[in-house]
């Protein structure tokens, strides 16, 4: 009886404590963002909010006009930070919001978050926005000394940015070449020679075809194409994740066209630009509104690739 009394003051005590705990005040920050795109100084800047405050409120707006949309930058926020129970996600779509008002922002931020933060973290002069909430306010590398970056230089030039886009970002902006036609046309050949062309610009990723080893078997069934395209598709993706420019001589088309086969739904990566090393209705057909390039045999083949190629690589 003793024993069960002990236990059950031990109990109530404990839970009186984690009442009181929870009743105590936390230190609320906020960084105000259009995240477009994240990068590395973000990633800086949050990191160095996490140390000012213990719950973070990570707020970003956006118009509905902006490409890539605040969806999607929200994603990109989630798939870094959302498992992360101290840094709060929210996404606001302000339309026409003023660029400096401060007044505007800080009944804003009381909105969003549901009272003034302790503090606001930003790379940027908005003290006044602070000094509105009545908090602290504290600057990160403001002359993008530690992290040389901004939206604006990546949104201008993203192949020469790429390496401070942040990893689950690069793949939005990196762009997918597919050299593709009938067997024995020279599509491997070909991308080799733009791999080594393009990689006077930028770096650039090439992913070989697979193709030969369903050749080699006297019989090859729909699941065979369907898993060489889906092992093409993997490939691909995962090199968009470390190259601005992505080289391929297959892709799922191809293995839907050889083989005959119905791949369902299955549904490959984009591709920006395909080359079609020789014209061929079927291929053409299957490509139907794509953007492709059919190269004509001759002096200017390579040259013609080159030039297309170039047109994609400085498309923004």
């Known amino acids: ?34 995240f477009y795109p994240l990068h590395k100084g973000h990633e800086y800047l949050i990191k160095s909010g996490m140390a000012e405050c213990d719950i973070l409120y990570v707020i970003l707006v956006h118009r509905s006009e902006e490409v890539p949309n605040g969806h999607i930058r929200y994603g990109w926020l989630s798939q870094m930070y959302g498992m992360n129970p101290r840094i709060k996600i929210m996404e606001k ?25 302790d503090v606001v973290i930003s790379s940027e002069d908005y003290g006044e926005w602070a000094k509105m909430l009545g908090c602290r306010h504290v600057q990160v590398d403001v002359g993008r000394e530690c992290v040389p970056i901004s939206g604006t230089m990546i949104r201008e030039n993203p192949v020469k940015y790429f390496e401070y886009m942040s990893p689950c970002v690069r793949s939005w902006y990196s762009k997918v070449v597919v050299v593709t036609g009938p067997r024995m046309s020279g599509k491997t050949t ?5 791999v080594k062309e393009m990689g006077e610009l930028c770096p650039v990723g090439m992913v070989g075809d697979q193709s030969e080893k369903l050749f080699c078997k006297m019989w090859a069934w729909d699941d065979d194409y369907k898993q060489a ?13 470390n190259y601005p420019l992505v080289i391929s001589d297959t892709d799922w088309l191809y293995y839907r066209i050889i083989g005959e086969s119905d791949l369902g739904n299955f549904g490959g990566v984009k591709v920006d630009l395909y080359l079609l090393t020789k014209g061929e209705e079927k291929f053409e057909e299957c490509l139907g509104e794509s953007n492709y390039r059919v190269l004509m045999n001759g002096d200017n083949f390579v040259s013609d690739a080159i030039k297309y190629v170039g047109e994609i690589i400085n498309k923004k």
């Open 1 to 34: 009886m003793k024993l069960r009394n002990k236990i059950s003051r031990v109990y109530e005590i404990g839970k009186k404590n984690k009442i009181l705990f929870s009743l105590k005040k936390k230190k609320i920050g906020c960084i105000l963002g259009k």
């Open 93 to 117: 779509l302000v339309d026409g919001y003023p660029s400096i008002d401060p007044y505007f922002w800080a009944k804003k931020t009381i909105d969003y978050v549901g009272r003034a933060p």
């Open 190 to 194: 070909l991308m080799r020679v733009l």
């Open 229 to 241: 395209a889906y092992e093409q598709n993997v490939k691909i993706m995962e090199a968009k994740k």
